[in-house]
């Protein structure tokens, strides 16, 4: 698995691209794919803050951003938020993280509380597939 490492606070400001009202052509996706979060699992509870998010998809690849071809698109994980809609850009914030480089895991910093994680797969423009490529929603506690 490619490593990557990402510290996003809530406060950090994500390189990328912005949100725009504009809505784009949704790429296909086969109706049997699946992204799915292996860590951490729904419930945990994370000492300090600080942990690994791996990221697991099926029936599809993994490709950088900008990368268009068939069956591929790069993950982003949503943090406290609600899947992007149809046709909109995932907006890049400390709500939406971005892995346009085609990483399957990432450390992740979140401030102490309760949280919802979520796996949304954009195509090369990240833009959800047609049909959404997603993950049921997660709960953590970090202490």
């Excluded at 990328?16 to 949704?26: D, H, K, L």
């Excluded at 099926?58 to 938020?81: F, Q, S």
């Excluded at 609600?82 to 907006?91: H, V, W």
């Excluded at 971005?98 to 949304?120: C, D, I, M, S, Y």
């Amino acid at each position: 698995m490619r490593r990557a490492i990402l510290l996003a606070a809530f406060t950090a400001t994500l390189a990328g691209t912005t949100s725009t009202m504009s809505t784009f052509a949704a790429t296909p996706a086969p109706k049997d794919a699946e992204v799915y979060i292996i860590w951490p699992h729904n419930g945990a509870v994370i000492n300090g803050g600080k942990f690994w998010v791996r990221m697991g998809l099926r029936n599809m690849g993994v490709a950088p951003k900008g990368v268009e071809m068939p069956n591929v698109g790069h993950h982003h994980v949503l943090v406290d938020t609600e899947l992007t809609p149809a046709g909109e850009q995932i907006p890049s914030d400390r709500n939406h993280l971005h892995f346009g480089a085609g990483e399957t895991e990432a450390r992740v910093e979140l401030p102490p509380g309760k949280h919802t994680l979520q796996l949304l797969l954009g195509d090369h423009n990240h833009i959800p597939h047609d049909p959404p490529v997603y993950s049921k929603k997660i709960s953590i506690t970090v202490k």
